[in-house]
């Protein structure tokens, strides 16, 4: 059973940062891809990021620029910089982890098998 544990979430102004961290009970950074989600309040879980056995990312149109993904396989940690931020990045992030080595259709909640428990990150204006 793999558990994930997200850190890092809070409130900062637009324009503002924030790094996410994600630890995993054990290795799985080396065999499958992993992914960043959001909520937000009434919406559908969004797919922000991915990111492969390859170390090769793959971002949603509403953050490619201002956000990079990377992990640490040595930590067993997953990341998540997110900078320049703006209100509607407002949401619960998750991270998961697929059954997958390549992040392909990685948007799609269901290739994920395991999943954090979320973290608040709050953008105000």
């Known amino acids: 059973q793999v558990q994930l544990v997200e850190s890092g979430g809070g409130s900062v102004q637009a324009g503002g940062s924030l790094r996410l961290s994600c630890a995993a009970s054990v290795y799985t950074y080396s065999s499958y891809s992993m992914a960043w989600f959001r909520q937000a309040p009434g919406e559908q879980r969004e797919g922000v990021a991915c990111?492969?056995?390859?170390?090769?990312?793959m971002y949603a149109d509403s953050v490619k620029g201002r956000f990079t993904i990377s992990k640490d396989n040595a930590q067993k940690t997953l990341y998540l910089q997110m900078n320049s931020l703006k209100p509607e990045d407002t949401a619960i992030y998750y991270c998961?982890?697929?059954?997958?080595?390549?992040?392909?259709?990685?948007?799609?909640?269901?290739?994920?098998?395991?999943w954090g428990q979320g973290t608040q990150v709050t953008v105000s204006s």
């Open positions: 990111i492969d056995t390859d170390d090769t990312p």
């Open positions: 998961a982890t697929s059954t997958l080595r390549y992040c392909g259709t990685w948007w799609r909640p269901i290739k994920y098998n395991y």
